[in-house]
């Protein structure tokens, strides 16, 4: 199963560093960093500084301009947000959510999930939480809640990794491979679900056609999307069922346009 952590809008090169830090110690690799407040944070002193060593993670990072190139290829996205929003995919615990992720999805090793970190300053953007399928809550004490970043992905990334199995002890060679065969079960057929940025075009699709039926008024649209976003990410659309939805779609606009091919 993919693992991607997402750093956005970081303003503070330390905790990229931290970041490197606490997924290579729970085996994880795969950063992205969305418009860093530094165009050169994988290299400052102060990130490899506190990567302590993890210098193959910030080598492997990637820093990109837009949320929607950092979230190619994953499927499942897990927002992290202190405060709850109206509309908003619902909040959860870690633990009993990757525990129920994992055991669903262990067996399809092209099932991404995606943990997104707002600015230190900011956190996340009402619209980057839309596009979520949970929000993650860590427990805290209620009278101080307050967790740094590099702190909540050391936190987040040992609770998916105990999810996904833990870390193994190591074990000589043969006996390893004994273990294997033996927890390993067969895996049944998978039916790919669609990724993030498959989901953002059903949704634009919607969006036009539902506008060009009149259902939609782009002047006032209200929460219509984000609640429909919430809609598909609950319902776990598949590929094949995006080429539906977006059939349905096509067929709504080609009738607002031309009104007799709906007539017989």
Known sequence: M??????????????VGATARAMKVMGFTDMVLVAPRWDNVLRREETIQRASGAL???????????????????????ATAMTPRDFGPPTLEPRPHFAALAAEHAHDPDFGVAFLFGS??????????????????IPTDPKFGSLNLGAAVQVLAYDWRQALGGLATMLPAADA????????????????????????????????????????????????????????????????EIHILRGIAKAMSQAAQNPTLGQR
């Not at 929607?68 to 499942?76: N, R, S």
């Open 2 to 15: 993919k693992t991607r952590f997402i750093l956005i809008n970081t303003s503070h090169a330390g905790n």
């Open 120 to 137: 230190e300053r900011f956190g996340m953007r009402n619209e980057d939480v839309y596009r979520c399928h949970t929000c993650l809550s």
């Open 177 to 240: 491979a004994d273990a294997m065969q033996t927890l390993v079960p067969s895996a049944p057929a998978v039916t790919p679900l669609a990724d993030a940025q498959q989901l953002a075009g059903l949704l634009d699709h919607w969006q036009q056609s539902l506008t060009d039926i009149g259902f939609l008024d782009p002047d006032a649209p209200k929460k219509l999307m984000p609640r429909l976003n919430q809609l598909f990410n609950r319902a776990q659309i598949t590929q094949e």
């Open 56 to 78: 193959d993670v910030l080598a492997n990072a990637r820093v990109v301009a837009t949320l929607d190139e950092a979230l190619d290829g994953m499927t499942h996205l897990c």
